[in-house]
């Protein structure tokens, strides 16, 4: 009985071994198609004829969508939802916020929508006798991550090159 029990343990043994064996050839065949160079000169030389992946091409999440990015559209979001806010305060209490904080549970603003950080923008916001200036500013200003600037009047304008204000051109 001892001997039947060893050689079914054998046997047992065997296979595992052979199964982690293929495994592991498995492994290092697949390892073997993909080579790794450590030479930066070579690296280098490999990337630029190899093209740069591209991120896909933003959609647009309504009809006349003005965002160019993903970035963009939640920037232009955040300010659609702060004017909206400013415009239900102001119906409320005859005059704009002057701050972010008292819009705070306005409309659908909340208490975070007060910080200035908004992921790739910053916001800036300024009280004026007449109403207010809303910016919205890109940590990295490009084609696709275009600065925004909203005043009481709600129109926002837009601009690739530097800050927007008034005068920069309205997005639709």
């Not at 697949?30 to 991120?55: C, G, I, K």
């Not at 400013?86 to 705070?104: G, P, R, T, W």
Request: hydrophobic share 35%.
């Amino acid at each position: 009985m001892k001997t039947a029990l060893s050689v079914a343990k054998a046997w047992k043994i065997a296979v595992t071994t052979s199964i982690l064996l293929m495994i592991s050839l498995l492994t290092a065949a697949q390892t073997a198609e993909t080579p790794q160079t450590s030479a930066p000169a070579q690296q280098t030389a490999e990337a630029s004829q190899t093209p740069m992946l591209q991120q896909p091409a933003y959609q647009p999440k309504f009809a006349g969508d003005p965002a160019r990015s993903e970035s963009e559209a939640k920037a232009l979001g955040y300010m659609r939802t702060v004017l909206r806010a400013q415009k239900e305060y102001k119906k409320k209490n005859d005059k704009f916020a002057s701050s972010l904080l008292a819009l705070v549970h306005t409309g659908s603003f909340t208490r975070r929508m007060a910080s200035p950080d908004r992921g790739d923008y910053t916001v800036g916001f300024k009280p004026n006798k007449d109403g207010f200036d809303l910016t919205l500013t890109p940590k990295e200003l490009s084609a696709d991550h275009r600065s925004f600037w909203a005043d009481e009047h709600a129109d926002i304008h837009a601009d690739e090159e530097k800050a927007a204000d008034e005068r920069s051109p309205k997005i639709k």
